[in-house]
T-cell receptor, first 113, second 115 residues
Framework: DGGITQSPKYLFRKEGQNVTLSCEQN?????MYWYRQDPGQGLRLIYY???????QKGDIAEGYSVSREKKESFPLTVTSAQKNPTAFYLC????????????FGSGTRLTVV | AQSVTQLDSQVPVFEEAPVELRCNYS??????LFWYVQYPNQGLQLLLK??????LVESINGFEAEFNKSQTSFHLRKPSVHISDTAEYFC?????????????FGTGTRLKVLA
């Protein structure tokens, strides 16, 4: 079955460490997105990519980095510069255009210890 | 810039009672509208969407939403809820004219169905 796979499901990080969250899709979707979810704040866009080797900052890109070397993969690195990284991270994808709605992965819960 | 408001952060309702979850968006430019549902520790699932045409759209599990352009609203309704409908619901809007394919999400409404 086609879908989006996020790994790991739970991730613990020490302060000062960089960590990378994986997002892989086999839907042949062109666009991919990373959102951060905090209680009571909904989803906030971190980065998005509409084509391979190109990506744009979202509303809260500071302290994060991404790459899009392959159509099916869009990893997110949470750097030590991110002041408050503890959150639930969601990856999504969609075909070109915005009529179809996003397909979401099951999320990664990152906790800084 | 486009924004989405979900005024109710939590909605408790008894089983088999009707429910309405409210969603308003800020701009009357051409938009696509979506409702998503999220169960605990999971991703979001698309519930229904409005692109054009009939202003009333329905999902397969009994939810419906009505697009009201004059009131810039897209409220979600269900005539009789079940315990299994307990989840968080997010409204989202896409500005068709922006060309960026980005959705703006509301802050979510937590629906709690009581026995």
């Amino acid at each position: 079955d086609g879908g989006i796979t996020q790994s790991p499901k739970y991730l613990f990080r020490k302060e000062g460490q960089n960590v990378t969250l994986s997002c892989e899709q086999n839907l042949n979707h062109d666009a991919m997105y990373w959102y951060r979810q905090d209680p009571g704040q909904g989803l906030r866009l971190i980065y998005y990519s509409q084509i391979v080797n190109d990506f744009q900052k979202g509303d809260i890109a500071e302290g994060y980095s991404v790459s899009r070397e392959k159509k099916e993969s869009f990893p997110l690195t949470v750097t030590s510069a991110q002041k408050n990284p503890t959150a639930f991270y969601l990856c999504a994808s969609t075909p070109a255009g915005d009529r179809d709605g996003y397909t979401f992965g099951s999320g990664t819960r990152l906790t800084v210890v | 810039a486009q924004s989405v408001t979900q005024l109710d952060s939590q909605v408790p309702v008894f089983e088999e009672a009707p429910v309405e979850l409210r969603c308003n968006y800020s701009s009357s430019v051409s938009v696509y509208l979506f409702w998503y549902v999220q169960y605990p520790n999971q991703g979001l699932q698309l519930l229904l969407k409005y692109l054009s045409g009939s202003t009333l759209v329905e999902s397969i599990n009994g939810f419906e939403a009505e697009f009201n352009k004059s009131q810039t609203s897209f409220h979600l309704r269900k005539p009789s809820v079940h315990i299994s409908d307990t989840a968080e619901y997010f409204c989202a809007v896409s500005d068709v004219t922006s060309g960026t394919y980005k959705y703006i999400f509301g802050t979510g409404t937590r629906l709690k169905v009581l026995a």
